[in-house]
């Protein structure tokens, strides 16, 4: 059996679509304080996820991890769901 690596890159955040077939769109949120003014700055990032069961839907907390190219925008793929989505 494959032994798994412990140092594995984990993002979270929040499933914004899941219109295509066993590919999510996650929006990753981060704040951060200004240097200058003293403001919190929120910095909004989205990546492509591959959900091969299409297990996650719209408005779901999700954990991804990074992993080999699987395509030309898809560098994660799903690890858990967190927290379902309000239906």
Excluded: C, W
């Excluded at 219109?19 to 949120?29: H, P, Q």
């Excluded at 704040?31 to 003014?37: G, I």
């Excluded at 719209?58 to 989505?85: C, M, N, W, Y």
């Amino acid at each position: 059996m494959k032994e798994r690596n412990k140092n594995l890159r984990i993002v979270q955040g929040r499933v914004v679509s899941d219109a295509m077939d066993k590919t999510r769109v996650i929006l990753l949120e981060t704040f951060y304080t200004h240097p200058k003014f003293r403001k919190i700055v929120k910095v909004s990032r989205r990546l492509k996820i591959h959900d091969e069961r299409n297990e996650s839907k719209k408005d779901d907390i999700v954990q991804a991890v990074e992993t080999r190219p699987l395509s030309r925008q898809k560098r994660h793929r799903l690890f858990k769901i967190i927290q379902r989505g309000q239906i």
